[in-house]
């Protein structure tokens, strides 16, 4: 199993499925990441953090530990 933390810069990936519990299942739910959903990997910060993505069509930047529990095909 591939997370969003371990995508390269460019690729399009599916969100199979999202890990965690509670008000941080809801956060990453309430940006528009659900399962199903396509997200772009725009950029990544040079010290690696955050992560830049595009989903849904508007831009959004995750802290590593946020895209770790996002799981992707």
């Known amino acids: 199993m ?9 690729q399009t990936v599916v969100v199979r499925k999202l890990n965690g519990v509670g008000a941080v ?7 528009g990441i ?5 997200i ?3 950029k990544v910060a040079p010290l690696g953090d955050p ?3 595009t ?15 996002i799981e992707i095909n």
């Open 55 to 69: 989903v849904r069509g508007y831009e959004l930047s995750l802290r590593k530990a946020d895209a770790e529990l």
């Open 40 to 42: 772009f990997i725009r």
């Open 51 to 53: 992560i830049e993505i």
């Open 25 to 31: 299942k809801r956060r990453i739910m309430d940006m």
């Open 2 to 10: 591939s997370t969003l933390k371990e995508a390269k810069i460019g």
């Open 34 to 38: 659900v399962k199903g959903t396509e």
